[in-house]
């Protein structure tokens, strides 16, 4: 970039660094203890807190980190060398209860010096911000030097950042850049010295810890992983502020960082937190915690700091990267990415603190990043660039179920969801029951938590389209998911469990495909699952039967089944001897027995295989179930309270072993997984909402009123068998009415009696989900049903027959 009409000064100092391009990237420790934004939608970037110091910082969208890391480093020049999140012990606090305003608290291990900092992003611009105080003994502040020291990893990479020392409106500072995207970091007094280094070779930590001096002044680093760090004169300025700016361009970057340190802190510290104060407090949720609603008030900031300002209404699963320090820029999303199954807990746990507009633009973004055909993608870059590409149905129920929730609460606006939420059935009505993938994304087959929000999508749609005067169509869905429903016990249990000396029926984690079936895995014998991420001597394939989850436990939250139904009853009584984990904060439960997704069993971290823990997430749904069949939750929440962090972030999973110090691995607290996990922060959230109302907040009124009562209660009765070219059934029970399903309008060409006799059926059009006709059985019927297709706008015929046994009831 060229420097000659520039505002700003290159400052040669010892010309280039050497070293080039520094060790290979890595991120950092995912173990958050804050995130933070402004309240405001003009402040384009996101912080992150952890060990005291500060880490990934977001611009200009959530998914886009910046840093890796910036600490503050001291020394005398002779006697000592202090590294922030190692040689201090530090406090940690919110400025304000109902504001993510971080104050740190560090101590010099023999009491020489306290170093109090404070963290807020400027509350209009793309500048995070760090106030420092330093006091302690007079003799050693007069001979302290204090370093800032930031590894920039612009455009989510290590790799390929330059850095030089500049001069800008009389003050020295750092200016860094990768592609169009700069950083300047600078200090309110100014740094009286800089440095720009390759990590590893010629970075400020290398020079000091040799001699406890700045020997270095490179003035440029160029194209590699670099640290730069800045001196600052403690002797003279006992109090600073440090910025840290984003920009497109250096010029904005530079402009931003000088705006803001031309304005005291303590302004932008008051205005910070006067905009979260307009967020409001549901004091209501309050009384319904434990801890006196520390940890409610946290979780809404949680939530709320998650959503992007440029892409409004796009949550991301976490502002980090689970087993950080391992990972490098090969690990482009982490968790900055949306899966609509994480992003619609947010939304919902916003509906339950009273947010409806801030659900509704979740919908609205979601509706622009749904795809044609009705679907999407596994996850997403939050401008809808997909990642992963797997099918997930759930995620496609789940924003039904969201439209439904705002269309009760008369909280669409003028938004006109039927369109979204036609096409977005018609996906689940071509694919459904078999999914690709559950919702632990390794496994297609039959799962119950799929099913569950798979039918409850369906009735959600049913009900909405009857209100959009397509009753045809509502019919069609409602019965279509009555029919999984009716099949959902067989297709989903085992009569032949192994998991349990008393229980032999209950309910597997999924059921793979048969041959012929979609997804079906010709490499791996039938009945059986392959499970991914598992040590490399331990096996990786088995039985069914073998391989328990709760996710059925979302039959009940969405009102499918009854809290006292034996099924539940029981398979909750394998769950709990496969999965519960018992720590000195309460009780957690693991995902599923034989997980290999986390820390391993010697404490490493997760590189591609380990041991899955248990994840806090899943007491919640615990609860939940426990709620809805009357009895007390405020074990639960409690435990949620514990197993949260210093600054109150929940972890995806928790050290579910015997302590470990060496790898700061205790029973119970966090382990290496993501921190926090915002679909926990949900699931706490909605949880105090639930035992504040006595009902279980997710619980969908038109699903609960149509299954959740006995067989002879019920309005209706499910009386077909459905057949679709991708899912093409053998046999049927006689007496039912087998449904032939296709996305373009056929005919149908039918015989019982082996062609003697032929009857011809014209489908009938629904809408987005396509074409039907029916062929009727009686249980007189006997021998099969053998019929072919034929597409009039085509003008093309199958070409083959297909034949479906008939089974004596």
């Not at 280039?16 to 402004?38: H, I, M, N, Q, Y």
């Not at 910025?243 to 802190?265: C, E, F, R, V, W």
């Not at 994304?441 to 119950?448: D, K, M, V």
Request: proline share 5%; glycine share 8%.
């Amino acid at each position: 970039m060229s420097d000659l009409s520039a505002s700003y000064r290159w400052l040669d100092d010892d010309g280039a660094a050497f070293g080039a391009p520094g060790l290979e990237p890595r991120w950092t420790s995912s173990r958050k203890d804050a995130v933070a934004t402004a309240y405001a939608a003009s402040s384009r970037v996101w912080f992150t807190i952890s060990h005291g110091t500060l880490n990934e910082v977001y611009y200009p969208t959530i998914d886009r980190p910046q840093t890796r890391d910036m600490e503050l480093l001291f020394t005398d020049g002779a006697t000592f060398l202090h590294e922030e999140k190692r040689d201090f012990e530090y406090d940690f606090s919110y400025i304000d209860p109902d504001a993510p305003a971080v104050r740190v608290t560090a101590s010099d291990l023999n009491g020489r010096y306290t170093v109090t900092k404070e963290f807020i992003s400027d509350p209009h611009h793309p500048v995070v911000l760090m106030n420092v105080k330093i006091a302690g003994d007079e003799a050693v502040l007069s001979r302290l030097k204090c370093y800032a020291l930031l590894a920039p990893h612009l455009n989510g990479g290590g790799a390929g950042n330059s850095a030089r020392s500049i001069e800008v409106a009389g003050q020295r500072a750092l200016l860094c850049w990768k592609g169009g995207t700069s950083l300047a970091l600078g200090v309110d007094c100014g740094f009286t010295r800089s440095s720009c280094g390759y990590v590893g070779s010629s970075d400020g930590f290398q020079d000091l810890s040799t001699d406890m001096t700045m020997d270095w002044e490179f003035g440029q680093a160029l194209n590699g992983n670099l640290a730069v760090m800045g001196e600052i004169d403690v002797a003279r300025h006992r109090e600073f502020t440090v910025a840290i700016a984003l920009g497109d361009g250096h010029h904005a970057a530079l402009a931003g960082m000088m705006q803001t340190l031309s304005t005291p802190y303590a302004i932008h510290a008051k205005r910070f937190i006067e905009q979260w104060h307009r967020s409001g407090v549901p004091e209501k949720l309050s009384l319904a915690a434990t801890d006196g609603g520390r940890l409610m008030r946290i979780s809404q900031n949680v939530i709320l700091s998650h959503e992007d300002k440029t892409y409004p209404g796009a949550f991301i699963a976490s502002a980090s990267i689970p087993w950080g320090a391992s990972k490098s820029d090969d690990d482009l999303g982490g968790y900055h990415l949306v899966w609509t199954r994480d992003m619609v807990q947010s939304a919902t746990a916003c509906l339950a603190i009273g947010r409806t507009d801030t659900a509704r633009r979740a919908l609205v973004y979601l509706a622009c990043t749904q795809r044609p055909d009705g679907s999407f993608a596994q996850n997403f870059w939050i401008d809808g660039t997909p990642y992963w590409t797997g099918i997930q149905l759930d995620e496609v129920a789940f924003p039904i179920i969201l439209a439904w929730r705002l269309w009760k609460l008369n909280g669409l606006g003028n938004f006109d969801v039927f369109p979204f939420v036609e096409n977005a059935a018609a996906f689940l009505v071509r694919f459904a029951p078999v999914t690709q993938q559950e919702r632990w994304e390794e496994n297609p087959g039959y799962s119950p938590s799929t099913l569950a929000a798979v039918i409850a999508g369906l009735v959600c749609a049913a009900d909405i389209a009857r209100a959009y005067q397509a009753p045809e169509l509502a019919s069609f869905l409602e019965t279509y998911a009555d029919w999984i429903e009716g099949n959902l016990d067989r297709w989903t249990t085992t009569t032949e469990g192994v998991l349990h000396p008393d229980v032999k029926y209950h309910y597997m984690r999924v059921r793979p495909p048969a041959k012929g079936e979609p997804f079906y895995n010709d490499w791996v014998q039938d009945g059986y699952i392959h499970i991914a991420n598992r040590a490399p001597d331990e096996k990786y394939d088995f039985e069914a039967r073998e391989v328990i989850d709760a996710g059925f436990l979302e039959l009940v939250r969405y009102g499918i089944r009854r809290a006292d139904d034996p099924l539940i009853i029981d398979s909750l009584k394998v769950v709990d001897r496969c999965l519960k984990i018992e720590t000195p904060y309460g009780d957690s439960w693991r995902r599923y027995n034989h997980d290999g997704y986390g820390q391993r069993k010697d404490g490493g971290p997760f590189e591609h295989w380990g041991q899955g823990r248990a994840w806090p997430l899943l007491g919640g749904e615990r609860a939940h179930y426990e709620l809805a069949a009357g009895n007390d939750v405020d074990s639960f929440i409690t435990a949620f309270e514990k197993f949260s962090s210093v600054g109150g972030m929940l972890p995806e999973q928790i050290w579910d072993h015997a302590d470990l110090p060496s790898e700061g691995l205790f029973l119970g607290r966090s382990a290496g997984a993501a921190q926090p996990l915002v679909w926990a922060h949900s699931e706490y959230v909605k949880l105090l909402r639930s035992k504040s109302d006595g009902r279980v907040f997710d619980t969908i009124s038109a699903v609960e009123d149509r299954y959740a009562k006995p067989a002879e209660e019920r309005s209706f009765t499910s009386l077909i068998e459905v057949f679709q070219t991708t899912r093409q059934v053998t046999q049927m029970v006689s007496g039912l009415m087998l449904r032939i399903m296709d996305a373009k309008r056929f005919r149908v060409t039918y015989t019982f009696d082996d062609w003697v006799t032929q009857a011809t059926v014209e489908s009938r059009t629904v809408g987005y989900p396509g074409s039907y006709a029916d062929i009727g059985t009686t249980p007189e019927h006997a021998g099969k049903i053998i019929f072919t297709l034929y597409w009039p706008a085509e003008d093309r015929w199958l070409g083959r027959n297909h034949e479906v046994e008939l089974i004596p009831a």
